[in-house]
C-alpha cells in the first residue's frame, strides 16, 4: 500500500553527490511531501538593503532537499515523478547583478524586487500600476544523483535533471528522469512561483516551496535525457494574446538578447517602466521561442510578452 511521507528542508545538501547519505527511503508509488528553501538558502529578506548586501557573496550550490532513495530503483532504469501540488511561501524576490544573466553587460548595479505572493493566484508587480502576474508554481531543480564520484554543481542542467528550469513542470505534469546509482537518490529546490520561459535576468519568483511529489518506477527501460509529459495548461496568460519582438542573428544568443533587449524599449515606452524593472518583468513572465533555425545563416528568435499581464 503506497504512503504520504514528509521531508523537512532541515538537513539540506549543496551539490550532486551519490556519496550523500539519503534521508528518506521509500517505494515505488510512495508520494513525498516536501519542504524546500530558495535557491539563496532562506538568507534572502524582504529588505532590499539586506539583499543587495547578500547578492554579492554567492552559495557554493542550490539549496536541495534530499537525497530521497527510491527502493528498486537501478542504473538502466527510468524514475517517474509525478507533481501533485506545489505549495509557495507568501513572499518572493527576483534580482539580477552585473555579469549574470542573459544580458550581463547591460547594467551596472545589482537590483532586487519583492513580490507579495499572499493574494492567492496571481501578484501584483508594482503598486498601482494594474500588472499582475500570475502565480504557476514549479520547482526549478529536480534531479537524481550522477553515477560520476564526487561534488558536482547544482547549477548546470544534466541528463539526470538538476537545474532545468522548465516552467511546465508544474501540478499534473510528469517528469521521467534516467537513473544513474542504485536507489536513484532524488532531489529537489529552486521552487519558482512565476517564471518565463527562458528567465533571462537569472532569477525568476524565487520562494520556499512544499512540492508534492508521487514517485514510481520503469523496470529496465533507459531515457538519453529528461522528458516530460505536461498537465492541462490553463494558464491565463494566452487569453487575450501577445505581443512580440523578434531579433534575427546569425549566434543564437546573440539573437535572444537583441529580442530581450527590444522587448526592454517597448516596456520602457509604452508602460513607463524602468530598464531594470521591465528585465525584472521579463524575467517572470516573457517566453522566448526559437522561432526558425532554417534559413540559413541566421537564427529568429521571439521575446512573447502576455497582454493579459496589463489589467488596466
Same mark, same amino acid.
Given at each position: 500500500?503506497?504512503?504520504?511521507?514528509? %521531508?523537512?528542508?532541515?538537513?539540506?545538501?549543496?551539490?550532486?553527490?551519490?556519496?550523500?547519505?539519503?534521508?528518506?527511503?521509500?517505494?515505488?508509488?510512495?508520494?513525498?511531501?516536501?519542504?524546500?528553501?530558495?535557491?539563496?538558502?532562506?538568507?534572502?529578506?524582504?529588505?532590499?538593503?539586506?539583499?543587495?548586501?547578500?547578492?554579492? *557573496?554567492?552559495?557554493?550550490?542550490?539549496?536541495?532537499?534530499?537525497?530521497?532513495?527510491?527502493?528498486? #530503483?537501478?542504473?538502466?532504469?527510468?524514475?517517474?515523478?509525478?507533481?501533485?501540488?506545489?505549495?509557495?511561501?507568501?513572499?518572493?524576490?527576483?534580482?539580477?547583478?552585473?555579469?549574470?544573466?542573459?544580458?550581463?553587460?547591460?547594467?551596472?548595479?545589482?537590483?532586487?524586487?519583492?513580490?507579495?505572493?499572499?493574494?492567492? #493566484?496571481?501578484?501584483?508587480?508594482?503598486?498601482?500600476?494594474?500588472?499582475?502576474?500570475?502565480?504557476?508554481?514549479?520547482?526549478?531543480?529536480?534531479?537524481?544523483?550522477?553515477?560520476?564520484?564526487? /561534488?558536482?554543481?547544482?547549477?548546470?542542467?544534466?541528463?539526470?535533471?538538476?537545474?532545468?528550469?522548465?516552467?511546465?513542470?508544474?501540478?499534473?505534469?510528469?517528469?521521467?528522469?534516467?537513473?544513474?546509482?542504485?536507489?536513484? %537518490?532524488?532531489?529537489?529546490?529552486?521552487?519558482?512561483?512565476?517564471?518565463?520561459?527562458?528567465?533571462?535576468?537569472?532569477?525568476?519568483?524565487?520562494?520556499?516551496?512544499?512540492?508534492?511529489?508521487?514517485?514510481?518506477?520503469? =523496470?529496465? =527501460?533507459?531515457?538519453?535525457?529528461?522528458?516530460? #509529459?505536461?498537465?492541462?495548461?490553463?494558464?491565463?496568460?494566452? /487569453?487575450?494574446?501577445?505581443?512580440?519582438?523578434? #531579433?534575427?542573428?546569425?549566434?543564437?544568443?546573440?539573437?535572444?538578447?537583441?529580442?530581450?533587449?527590444?522587448?526592454?524599449?517597448?516596456?520602457?515606452?509604452?508602460?513607463?517602466?524602468? *530598464?531594470? /524593472?521591465?528585465?525584472?518583468?521579463?524575467?517572470?513572465?516573457?517566453?522566448?521561442?526559437?522561432?526558425?533555425?532554417?534559413?540559413?545563416?541566421?537564427?529568429?528568435?521571439?521575446?512573447?510578452?502576455?497582454?493579459?499581464?496589463?489589467?488596466?
Amino acid at each position: 500500500m503506497s504512503r504520504t511521507h514528509e %521531508l523537512s528542508a532541515a538537513v539540506r545538501h549543496y551539490s550532486w553527490d551519490n556519496s550523500q547519505p539519503p534521508t528518506l527511503e521509500i517505494e515505488p508509488g510512495d508520494s513525498v511531501i516536501f519542504e524546500t528553501y530558495d535557491c539563496s538558502d532562506n538568507e534572502r529578506q524582504r529588505d532590499g538593503s539586506m539583499v543587495q548586501r547578500q547578492i554579492e *557573496r554567492l552559495r557554493p550550490g542550490h539549496a536541495l532537499t534530499g537525497p530521497v532513495f527510491v527502493k528498486g #530503483a537501478e542504473p538502466g532504469d527510468t524514475l517517474v515523478i509525478e507533481v501533485l501540488r506545489v505549495g509557495t511561501g507568501d513572499w518572493g524576490w527576483t534580482a539580477f547583478r552585473p555579469g549574470g544573466g542573459l544580458l550581463k553587460d547591460d547594467f551596472e548595479a545589482p537590483f532586487f524586487h519583492a513580490w507579495d505572493l499572499s493574494g492567492g #493566484a496571481t501578484t501584483e508587480f508594482l503598486p498601482g500600476s494594474g500588472i499582475r502576474v500570475p502565480l504557476e508554481p514549479f520547482c526549478g531543480i529536480m534531479g537524481l544523483a550522477l553515477p560520476e564520484p564526487g /561534488q558536482h554543481s547544482t547549477i548546470p542542467p544534466r541528463r539526470f535533471g538538476g537545474n532545468l528550469d522548465i516552467k511546465q513542470i508544474t501540478a499534473g505534469a510528469r517528469l521521467y528522469l534516467p537513473v544513474g546509482v542504485t536507489g536513484a %537518490l532524488f532531489s529537489t529546490g529552486d521552487c519558482h512561483a512565476a517564471q518565463g520561459d527562458g528567465e533571462v535576468c537569472v532569477t525568476a519568483i524565487e520562494t520556499m516551496g512544499q512540492p508534492h511529489f508521487k514517485f514510481d518506477l520503469i =523496470k529496465g =527501460k533507459t531515457i538519453k535525457a529528461p522528458r516530460l #509529459a505536461t498537465g492541462r495548461q490553463a494558464s491565463p496568460l494566452g /487569453q487575450q494574446g501577445y505581443f512580440v519582438t523578434t #531579433a534575427q542573428n546569425n549566434d543564437l544568443l546573440e539573437a535572444s538578447r537583441d529580442a530581450i533587449r527590444f522587448m526592454l524599449d517597448y516596456l520602457e515606452e509604452e508602460y513607463r517602466l524602468t *530598464r531594470e /524593472q521591465a528585465y525584472i518583468l521579463c524575467s517572470v513572465s516573457v517566453d522566448l521561442k526559437i522561432s526558425e533555425v532554417v534559413n540559413a545563416p541566421n537564427w529568429v528568435v521571439s521575446a512573447f510578452l502576455p497582454n493579459a499581464l496589463f489589467q488596466k
